[in-house]
């Protein structure tokens, strides 16, 4: 057998462990062998990967990438030249475009403009508001093939109102049948509103306030809340952006008793404390906020090393400069946007981690590559480095020691607090079904050959058996 693409001598990691000399062989987009290297059939195209590693592909299952709607701050061509630049093969994208993602059409028109831009392949979140929280709403959404689904619980960007805690109900009871997964912006808008008012009131708008009127607090009520209606309805549920370590703590406590609860963190909740709003100002300014030392010491102790927390993706978030205020990080916070972007530093910022010893590279593989496809429908076929599944795959120097420069960056727009960081470890080739789309610091793939991961039509399994929790939280039910 001739394969088309072969990438040898390199350490191949899974979760289960490391190989040494090893690669991969990919034909017709999908993958044909994993072995040593001498095992390996040749390739029209082969690669020496001497001193990298090899993974499945990296997904990031939380992007903003802004279409349709609001193009003016990054597309999905832009998003996606972003993925592929940081060792990202699949990206799941958020609801809050213009039109909202909350009716069959406007899902259609978000996979047409995928389908047309996209370097990586891709999926995208419906929202769930008053106006779509019933059975039948809920089914026509799964008939056009959304990955999941997503409801804002709090204030955030794009003010889209949460349903009221009965139509959650509803909604929540509908979900469960159709297999999918309900992921939730967990704050609680009362509180957050609350403490915003009396900050402006008393004119307290240094950007660590920002920080202050949405404590842990806010974000543990929105916790609890969805885990208690998770109880009551079976429906599989999802905590995007958890950022607090005593958050993380609830989600393993609801796992221990056989709730069907997955969550995920992102690098700059694990990279930065709070001290980074007095050290950066507003472009750290984020929902929810980044947190003082005893949440981040906790949320890596319970959250990945304790089981609270599944996942790492990113919240990648572009906005202007102007939206960001980037001429005066310390102007009043109240007047800034939050969010930032953060594809082209995920995998960096990761494998610093790994560097300093925080965790393994099997581990960071499970939480950044396999476990966003199984909470997500989308594994083997993402996510594993199975025979006969997409050849996805991100090749990395773990060694690499370097400073992130933001006027590098794919993105339309590139405000990030990890501008200037220095990270040890880089994504330096991503391989999608099988095609070169990143190397030699370059984007190579073309616009228009990312395609919708169809997680409806999976060959492997269905989507209903793929949300199981984890066979290591049933022994406590
Ligand atoms: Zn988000």
């Known amino acids: 057998m001739q394969a088309d693409l072969v990438i040898k001598n390199c350490t191949i990691v899974t979760p289960d462990g490391l190989m040494e000399n090893a690669g991969v062989a990919a034909k017709d987009g999908k993958i044909v062998a994993v072995g040593s290297s001498d095992a390996l059939p040749s390739g029209s195209r082969e690669i020496d990967a001497t001193g990298k590693y090899l993974t499945s592909g990296i997904i990031d299952c939380h992007i903003h990438n802004r279409e349709p709607g609001l193009e003016y701050k990054e597309d999905w061509g832009t998003a996606t030249q972003a993925a592929a630049a940081g060792g990202v093969t699949t990206v799941i994208g958020m609801p809050n475009c213009i039109p909202v993602i909350d ?9 047409e403009k995928g389908e047309e831009k996209a370097y990586v392949d891709f999926q995208s979140y419906v929202v769930i508001t008053s106006d779509n929280a019933t059975e039948e709403s809920v089914n026509a959404l799964n008939e056009a093939g959304c990955v999941g689904y997503k409801v804002f619980l709090g204030t955030t960007i794009g003010a889209i109102p949460p349903p009221n805690d009965g139509e959650l109900l509803d909604a929540m009871h509908a979900i469960a049948k159709t297999g999918k997964r309900l ?5 609680d808008d009362e509180i957050l509103k609350h403490y915003e008012a009396q900050f402006i009131e008393q004119g307290l708008n240094d950007p660590i306030y920002h920080s202050w009127s949405r404590p842990p607090v806010c974000e543990r009520e929105a916790v609890g809340r969805t885990i208690l209606f998770s109880e009551h309805t079976g429906c599989p549920i999802h905590e995007f952006h958890l950022a607090s370590g005593s958050g993380a703590q609830m989600v393993l406590d609801a796992k221990k008793k056989g709730i069907n609860v997955t969550a995920e ?16 100002g507003n472009v750290a300014r984020i929902q929810p906020p980044i947190r003082d030392q005893i949440e981040q010491d906790m949320l890596w102790d319970i959250g990945i090393h304790g089981g609270g927390i599944d996942c790492i993706a990113t919240d990648h978030s572009p906005h202007t400069d102007e939206e960001k205020g980037m001429d005066d990080p310390f102007q009043n916070t109240w007047n800034v946007i939050s ?8 995998v960096a910022a990761m494998l610093t981690f790994v560097n300093d010893g925080k965790l393994t590279l099997e581990k960071w593989v499970d939480m950044h590559s396999k476990r966003p496809a199984e909470i ?9 480095l199975r025979i006969g599944t997409d050849a996805d795959f991100t090749v990395f120097d773990l060694n690499e020691t370097w400073t992130m420069d933001r006027k590098n960056l794919h993105s339309k727009n590139t405000a990030t607090p990890f501008h200037g960081e220095t990270f040890k470890g880089r994504a330096t080739m991503t391989v999608v079904r099988g095609k070169v789309v990143y190397e030699d610091g370059k984007v190579v793939g073309e616009r228009g050959f990312g395609t919708l991961v169809d997680v409806d039509k999976m060959p492997w399994n269905s989507p209903r058996k793929l949300t199981e929790p984890r066979a290591e939280y049933k022994q406590y039910t």
Request: hydrophobic share 35%.
């Open 376 to 384: 997500w429908g989308m594994y083997p076929e993402k996510g594993s």
């Open 265 to 280: 963190t992102m690098p700059h909740y694990l990279w930065f404390n709070e001290e980074v709003m007095r050290d950066k």
């Open 183 to 187: 992921g939730f912006h967990e704050e």
């Open 339 to 346: 969010g930032f972007v953060g594809l082209e530093s995920e």
């Open 103 to 111: 009716a069959p059409e406007h899902l259609k028109l978000k996979f």
